[in-house]
């Protein structure tokens, strides 16, 4: 594909004043600190619930609510940091990128440079290293993508590659070389301080389990939820964001959750937008862009409706939310892609 264009605005046809474009990228460090603010208090309300109901069953739901804010916004703001648009003062940045990479168990650098290979190549076969699930997906994959199992896989796999200094020939290709040392300490890191876990609790500190380990588990669903209906269901191999990427609309909690990702569509066009200024982008250009599929609930449940009945051998066509035509058949279907991580 020699005469491949980065997946972009550019590629997809969007125009936008210059002027509004600069004004929509300037950065700050307000609305970060504001939304870290907001995060932890979060954190600390339902963190709470799970003190007041331990050695009850009532822990259960407790951490389950506790797990969907630590794991949301930690994969959201891995990614914004990845980025490097959730501040404006870089060393600030790079801390956050860390401590929330930790929580979302990926290496920081490995994240920031098989992301930037997803906007180059979005849903692109055999160049996009972020392809998570095969395609089309069917039932089982999507049980694996949504209980977490195949992204646990992935993460545990890249972390001990790392860690030995071993990389694929993707990472080969995506990341400089002069990091590579730096992914390799922390990916070490990660892993000396996942172990420490197990190793408090012989010694009978049992916090990081109640308030880490077993609600970042029950919260990876909801995570994966939210990142799932991103691509999944749209065109491969095309240059237009229109046509690979999904946005969706939301309520007030989904959207603070997602730091308006919900918007997907405007932050492949312009991934040097910040969160806070999505929808303001989607003002700008919202008129050359399609519709936002519905509710975060209701698109998931179509999604799972289309790949059960992919599975059945059953008619595909989604009801409402957007689809590649090629992906609507009557249950005969050909394997497209592999998922790349």
């Given at each position: 594909?020699?005469?491949?264009v980065a997946?972009?605005?550019?590629?997809?046809?969007?125009?936008?004043?210059r002027?509004?474009?600069?004004s929509l990228?300037?950065?700050?460090?307000r609305?970060?600190?504001?939304?870290?603010?907001q995060w932890?208090g979060?954190l600390?309300?339902t963190?709470?619930l799970?003190?007041?109901?331990?050695g009850?069953?009532?822990?259960?739901?407790?951490?389950?609510l506790?797990?969907?804010?630590l794991?949301?916004p930690?994969y959201?703001?891995?990614?914004e940091?990845a980025?490097g648009?959730a501040f404006k003062t870089r060393?600030?940045?790079?801390?956050?990128?860390?401590?929330?990479s930790?929580?979302y168990?990926?290496e920081?650098?490995?994240?920031r440079?098989t992301?930037?290979?997803h906007?180059?190549?979005?849903w692109?076969?055999?160049k996009?290293?972020q392809?998570?699930?095969d395609?089309p997906?069917t039932l089982i994959g999507?049980?694996?993508e949504i209980?977490g199992?195949?992204?646990?896989?992935?993460h545990t796999?890249v972390?001990f590659?790392?860690?030995l200094?071993?990389?694929?020939?993707?990472?080969n290709?995506?990341i400089p070389e002069?990091e590579k040392?730096?992914l390799?300490?922390?990916?070490?890191i990660?892993?000396?301080i996942y172990?420490?876990i197990p190793v408090?609790?012989i010694f009978?500190?049992?916090?990081p389990?109640?308030?880490?380990?077993l609600?970042r588990?029950?919260?990876?669903?909801i995570?994966?939820?939210f990142?799932?209906i991103?691509?999944?269901?749209?065109?491969?191999?095309?240059?237009?964001?229109?046509?690979?990427?999904?946005s969706?609309?939301?309520?007030?909690l989904?959207?603070?959750l997602?730091?308006?990702m919900?918007n997907h569509v405007?932050?492949?066009?312009?991934?040097?937008?910040?969160f806070y200024?999505?929808?303001?982008?989607?003002g700008?250009?919202g008129?050359?862009l399609?519709?936002?599929d519905p509710?975060?609930w209701?698109?998931?449940?179509?999604?799972?409706d289309?790949?059960?009945?992919?599975?059945?051998?059953r008619?595909?066509k989604a009801r409402?939310?957007?689809?590649?035509?090629?992906?609507?058949?009557?249950?005969q279907y050909e394997?497209?892609a592999?998922a790349t991580?």
């Amino acid at each position: 594909m020699t005469d491949f264009v980065a997946t972009n605005a550019k590629s997809s046809g969007i125009q936008i004043d210059r002027k509004i474009l600069k004004s929509l990228a300037r950065r700050s460090d307000r609305p970060g600190l504001i939304y870290l603010a907001q995060w932890v208090g979060f954190l600390f309300a339902t963190g709470v619930l799970i003190y007041l109901s331990l050695g009850t069953i009532w822990v259960w739901p407790a951490m389950l609510l506790y797990g969907i804010f630590l794991t949301v916004p930690a994969y959201s703001m891995s990614h914004e940091t990845a980025h490097g648009t959730a501040f404006k003062t870089r060393w600030l940045n790079e801390c956050v990128l860390w401590v929330t990479s930790l929580i979302y168990v990926e290496e920081p650098l490995h994240r920031r440079y098989t992301h930037t290979n997803h906007h180059t190549f979005t849903w692109h076969v055999g160049k996009d290293s972020q392809m998570p699930f095969d395609t089309p997906m069917t039932l089982i994959g999507w049980l694996h993508e949504i209980t977490g199992f195949a992204l646990a896989r992935f993460h545990t796999q890249v972390l001990f590659q790392l860690a030995l200094g071993r990389f694929s020939d993707i990472q080969n290709a995506v990341i400089p070389e002069q990091e590579k040392p730096k992914l390799v300490r922390n990916a070490r890191i990660f892993l000396a301080i996942y172990a420490a876990i197990p190793v408090l609790a012989i010694f009978g500190i049992y916090a990081p389990i109640w308030f880490f380990v077993l609600p970042r588990l029950l919260g990876a669903p909801i995570m994966l939820l939210f990142t799932l209906i991103q691509h999944v269901e749209m065109q491969e191999n095309s240059p237009s964001i229109l046509d690979s990427t999904r946005s969706f609309r939301t309520n007030w909690l989904g959207r603070f959750l997602y730091m308006d990702m919900n918007n997907h569509v405007e932050h492949h066009l312009y991934p040097q937008i910040p969160f806070y200024s999505l929808r303001d982008l989607n003002g700008a250009v919202g008129d050359q862009l399609p519709e936002p599929d519905p509710g975060f609930w209701k698109t998931n449940l179509e999604v799972l409706d289309v790949v059960t009945r992919r599975s059945l051998g059953r008619n595909t066509k989604a009801r409402s939310i957007r689809q590649a035509p090629h992906h609507v058949t009557d249950g005969q279907y050909e394997k497209i892609a592999k998922a790349t991580m």
